[in-house]
């Protein structure tokens, strides 16, 4: 084998996604203990009410509001194999963000709480998640704590997702009675013992089925009974269904007392695909032994407030990335220079030498860098981009003082590029009142935090009657521009948008009209409340 493909072969490319609270900070500390990377006591990944010092976070936003909006990508090593782990913001608001990361991963885990389930709020985060086909796992999280029923958590992960949990391991014991898990595979009984605060690794014992009777009793008996159950009906991990978004392998455990962890962090390993031939827009695949290329799935400015700078996240997809590669740059077909290129963990950059299929690497000063661009040396290729999702939320920005309008503006294109909103222009008024339309209204208090903060340019944001975004041409655009209630404004892609003030109104004029063109955008209605 190739030294890439032996590279590629080591590397597990994944995040994980959750509701807020749910467990997502505290995990990732946990895999960072295990990882042998968190030198320092864990609860230092993020600064919730600034009680903790912050690697992960290091936006004063986040740092105020307390949840992770931006992010970051860390990367340790576990076993024999390079994990890199990438980080996604928790908020329902920043889900096209999680979206985009997600495109850049092998894999995904998915973190339930343990009383809450699948909480409403995120039921569509993940169904966004589930329709992008990675291969899904889940942990459900802090068994520590008075739990559901374990089958009833698999039947609300069945019921609502439509994905078939087939258990990895098996609790026994809940709340303050959880004294470890069983793996299914092979039907051995880890038992943990807890350690002060969850701040080392948690001891455990493997401990055979005649001690397990006689240390756990009725707990372990009930264990037992339900993995009976389980047994017949089948809900075996399946590699295919796995594969294929079909399946989810199920892991329970407590982040925060670490039971259960390495079992996760293991199953990362043995169950998440190492990169695999990346599928290119002309409906080929590159493959991993073809000379470098990637794409960027992530663009972030200003992440250091000494150096006015921007970062393109780009996840490689073949060949061996060296520092100083020139790369062409597929949209413009501009030479890219990556002298400056570095690994990201939190706010601490360390210069990368080199990386491989699945590993991300941080370009600096990429100006010219968009999410969804494909970089790529000798063999052209080109990486399909990254839809857009439908915003449902539209303000109309504009500068609060006159004399900042080139701020405000160089500001607008800067946020538009990341994606932190999608900016819609009106052709008459072009960039004098651009419309800023989101996923989440709380991408509009991060566009005008850094408006202000950034570009020093303050902005005031004005409500629209506009709730519904589809997409048109320009052909439609003419008959729509002349109704009451409607308004077509391009996006930065050239897309052409017909906002509507109602879904009322939307279906009125499609059952009006029906040979106007009125396409859905990509999860329309996804952050809706149910
Ligand atoms: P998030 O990133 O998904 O938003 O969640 P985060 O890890 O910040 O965890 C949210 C809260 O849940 C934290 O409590 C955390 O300690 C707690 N938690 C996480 N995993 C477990 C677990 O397995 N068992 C229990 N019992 N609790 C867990 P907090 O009160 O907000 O913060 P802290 O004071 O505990 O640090």
Redesign the pocket.
Known sequence: MSDVLNEAARRRTFAII?H???????LTEKFLLYGGALAVEAGSV?G?GGRRSATSDWMAMEQQRGISITSTVLQFNYRNCVVNLLDTP?HRDFSEDTYRVLAGCDGAIMVLDAAKGIEPQTLKLFEVCRDRGLPLLSFV??W??PAREPLEVLDDIESQLGLIPTPVTWPVGADTDFRGVIDRRDGSYTRYTRTTGGARVAPEEDVDPARAEELDGMLWQQATEELGLLDEVGSEFDVETFLAGITTPTLFG????NFGVRKLLDAVIDLVPSPRPRVTADGGARQLEAPLSGFVFKVQANTDKAHRDRVAYVRICSGRFERGDVAIHARTGKPFATKYAHTAFGSDRETVEEAYPGDVVGLVNATDLRVGDTLYIDEPVEFPSIPAFAPEHFRVARPADVSRFKQFRRGINQLDEEGVVQVLRDIDLGDQAPTLAAVGPMQFDVAKWRLEQEFGAPTLLESTPYQVARRTDAESALPLRQMSGVTVLERSDGVLLALFESPYWLDRVIADQPELTLEKLLAEGALRER
């Open positions: 959750s807020p609270d749910a467990g997502k900070t505290t993020k919730k928790g999280n802090k520590d704590r407590s982040a925060m007392t």
